[in-house]
């Protein structure tokens, strides 16, 4: 997740701030890990052939049962485990057939070779499952440090901005999608990016690598916001002739919140417009838009100007990826999310950011359950840094 590139970054990220798995449906075991019924399946074959056994002694070779206890311990447990059942199972087959009188019978040979056979098969289903479980593990932390890379943790203030955000990719297992968002605080004020790469996999993995390589150096060196969206412009523009994707572009809303002030200067590239929350109202901040990112080159005019908005004590922003507006339930219903806020915050002077994204991010998973699409959230609310130097304007 995004953060601050400057040196005067919040030294602490608190952990409500992490961007974090969601819960219930979504939530998923770790590498490797057996479901906890499949650990008690070997008990409950030994159960049934000692049950079985005492029964009826002399109707049937229960025995013949254990056969597939290693199979069913490599299932859940480790080879050691797995060589140790199938020697068990051997050992309780002796016994029982021993008991019945029929140790040297033909076909109780035959079922011991079987049961041998079976551990050995066991075994190796054991280290096959052991590492795969590894190569999942390493997959999983290389997934996550790549994630950490390009999108940072988000802190709990920037500047003058009290923060906070979640991200969730459509595939768990790969962490990061085709959203993006980022906060830099520049000489010029805070300056937040947010947006949406067109398409998906490793080649939107790439674009917003790229995108936030971009805004991370230069918001920190381009004066005027219009300005830094236009050579966002022609960076995205750049990667997508570079990659042969003709149709490459990136849906983005771009802030900047000058130290001292109570307003908020807007570019929309063609994204969501941002729903502003304060007073015991909700809102959503119409802004003049423009052709996303890397579409530049087609317009026809001049760039419309950014827009300013008040901004101050009180209020919060959401910055929101279609992720949320578009994820549907059962019923194919859109998630009505200036609606499910109004009706969860009405009435409320200020909401915190932290407690926003959550309540979204929740409440989207109650209506859509497991994402299938990514999203970002990112919430501000002012708050005045006391005691600190103002940047130049």
Not at 226 to 249: M, P, T
Not at 308 to 315: H, K, R
Not at 323 to 338: I, N, S
């Amino acid at each position: 997740m995004p953060t601050q590139t400057s040196t005067q970054r919040s030294p602490a990220v608190p952990a409500s701030a992490e961007p974090r798995r969601p819960a219930g449906p979504r939530a998923v075991a770790e590498p490797g890990s057996s479901p906890r019924w499949v650990r008690w399946l070997p008990v409950l074959l030994l159960f049934t052939d000692l049950v079985i056994q005492t029964v009826f002694p002399q109707a049937t070779a229960a025995g013949f049962l254990l056969t597939a206890l290693p199979v069913l311990v490599a299932f859940g447990f480790g080879p050691w485990l797995t060589a140790a059942s199938g020697a068990g199972a051997l050992v309780l087959q002796v016994l029982v057939a021993s008991h019945a009188g029929h140790l040297y019978e033909h076909h109780h040979v035959w079922v011991y070779l079987s049961t041998g056979l079976a551990a050995m098969a066991g075994v190796m289903l054991a280290l096959q499952r052991v590492r795969q479980a590894r190569h999942l593990v390493l997959a999983s932390t290389v997934s996550e440090a790549l994630r950490r890379t390009v999108l940072h943790p988000v802190p709990e203030q920037v500047g003058e901005l009290r923060t906070a955000g979640r991200y969730q990719a459509a595939q768990a297992e790969v962490a990061i999608g085709g959203d993006l968002y980022e906060l830099c605080d520049t000489p010029f004020g805070t300056r937040v990016l947010l947006g949406d790469v067109r398409g998906s996999g490793l080649e939107a993995v790439r674009a917003v690598a790229d995108l936030l390589g971009a805004f991370r150096a230069t918001a920190h060196e381009v004066r005027e916001l219009g300005e830094l969206a236009e050579l966002l412009d022609r960076q995205v523009r750049r990667g997508a002739l570079e990659s042969g994707d003709e149709e490459l572009f990136v849906t983005a809303v771009l802030l900047e919140h000058r130290p001292g002030t109570d307003r908020l200067d807007v570019v929309n590239r063609g994204h969501l417009d941002p729903v502003l929350l304060g007073g015991g109202a909700v809102r959503t901040v119409h802004c003049p838009q423009d052709l996303p990112l890397g579409l530049g080159h087609l317009r026809g005019q001049p760039a419309p100007a950014p827009t300013s908005i008040p901004f101050t004590a009180g209020q919060t922003l959401l910055l929101h990826t279609d992720g949320v507006t578009e994820a549907r339930d059962r019923a194919g219903r859109f998630y009505p999310l200036t609606a499910r806020l109004a009706t969860r915050f009405h009435g409320r002077p200020s909401v915190v950011p932290e407690q926003l994204v959550s309540f979204v991010t929740e409440d989207l998973a109650r209506h859509a359950g497991p994402a299938r699409d990514d999203l970002a959230l990112l919430a501000l609310t002012p708050a005045p840094v006391r005691g600190k130097a103002a940047h130049p304007a």
